[in-house]
């Protein structure tokens, strides 16, 4: 939340679910998060990528 209110590209990290990761800086253009009592939270983010992607 603090880098889409300071506007700072941040580093991220994704794990897909093959195991694979890929790492970038990335600025938080937009976030939220929904959830009620006795539900699941749910959140998601849109992000504009800075930099190159790396994937291990």
């Not at 580093?11 to 939220?32: D, G, I, M, R």
């Not at 539900?39 to 990528?49: C, N, V």
């Amino acid at each position: 939340m603090t880098a889409l209110v300071t506007g700072v590209a941040k580093s991220f990290e994704l794990l897909a679910p093959n195991a694979n990761t890929a790492t970038s800086t990335a600025y938080v253009k937009k976030f939220n998060s929904q959830g009620a009592t006795d539900q699941a939270i749910r959140r998601s983010a849109k992000l504009r990528i800075s930099g190159s992607i790396t994937w291990t």
